[in-house]
């Protein structure tokens, strides 16, 4: 059984008794609707069984166990770049988990709020590797695909007016007919997230080894959930969530030690620890733990590396790892905005 990460305890106190927009329509609904990717390996892709898979698809799961007791009870929709925030604004979606870019614009713009950030990526280049380009310089001139409405159409075309490099974007509405653009041979190159172009060459390409993801990232890319405006309790239950998960994960806490922990007098002073020991909000966590599978960044390290697989170039593979480590994917980092 892989390992199961603890849902946070802190809304236990107050859910029952909360009465505000989205939390009395999931509620009342028995369902969550999360809006997600169709086919980012290791955030949001279907399986051969239909079974959608991920880090943004355990959040997802997370959500709905500790909303409603009940891992399963999500129905998931399949958004593009272009109509993923539409769908939130509309309330066709209740939270959008989408691998999504934060930035200010978005935050000040959209009349939508911007969660804990769970995913620090960049805009990097996928290109074929006997084309014999080493450096996005070697793209000068190229057709590059990108996909519409994302930010990084804009950065494409920002960083090559600040660095001399006149690349010939093609713009795609769907991921899924850039992909096929791209490794049909219609694109001198393509830019993405490192982490999708990775998974996208893993999943999508007729040959891994054929291609060749560039070292160089032209952004910062912090990735989270977006819910509505004056949705507050909404809000602060994702949030709270997401903290709370990572909390048990640095306390090691897991579906086997849960009770064990929740009684234990070693655990750390910090706050979110502190509630873990509080019996009316330790209840609710522990009654989650079979059901969210939430999996952690461990567990994401151990996707990235199964989705890159031994014919991905060696720096694709060894960038999710080392980004690990150096903490770019911790979200407690100071938030940082895109170009």
């Not at 109509?83 to 066709?92: D, I, K, P, V, Y």
């Amino acid at each position: 059984m892989k390992r199961i990460v603890i849902a946070t305890g802190l809304l236990a106190a107050w859910i029952p008794a909360a009465a505000a927009g989205t939390l009395d329509t999931v509620k009342q609904r028995g369902t969550l609707v999360c809006g997600v990717s169709a086919g980012f390996a290791g955030f949001s892709a279907p399986d051969s069984q239909g079974n959608y898979k991920g880090l943004d698809v355990d959040y997802c799961r997370a959500l709905a166990a500790g909303v409603l007791g009940d891992a399963t009870k999500v129905r998931y929709v399949s958004l593009t770049a272009q109509n993923r925030f539409t769908a939130l604004q509309s309330g066709e979606i209740d939270v959008l988990y989408r691998n999504s870019t934060q930035t200010y614009l978005r935050g000040v713009t959209l009349g939508l709020r911007q969660g804990p950030i769970n995913f620090y990526d960049g805009q990097g280049f996928v290109v074929r590797r006997d084309s014999g380009v080493k450096d996005l310089k070697g793209l000068n001139g190229a057709n590059v695909c990108v996909a519409q409405g994302t930010t990084h159409e804009v950065t494409l075309g920002d960083y090559g007016r600040a660095n001399g490099i006149e690349w010939k974007p093609l713009v795609f509405d769907r991921v899924d007919t850039m992909y096929q653009t791209f490794f049909g041979g219609r694109c001198d190159a393509m830019t993405q997230d490192a982490s999708a172009l990775a998974g996208a060459v893993a999943t999508a390409a007729p040959n891994a080894a054929d291609y060749l993801v560039l070292p160089q990232t032209i952004s910062k890319e912090p990735l989270g959930p977006f819910t509505r405006n004056g949705d507050e309790v909404w809000t602060d239950i994702i949030a709270w969530l997401h903290y709370g998960l990572v909390e048990a994960e640095e306390l090691g806490v897991t579906a086997a030690n849960a009770d064990e922990m929740a009684k234990s007098s070693n655990v750390p002073a910090t706050a979110s620890a502190r509630q873990l020991r509080r019996p009316r909000i330790a209840a609710w966590p522990r009654q989650q733990m079979d059901r969210a599978g939430h999996q952690g960044r461990r567990q994401l390290r151990r996707d990235l590396r199964a989705q890159c697989g031994p014919g991905e170039p060696a720096e694709a593979r060894a960038r999710p790892e080392r980004d690990l480590e150096q903490g770019r994917l911790d979200v407690r980092h100071p938030l940082q905005i895109s170009a």
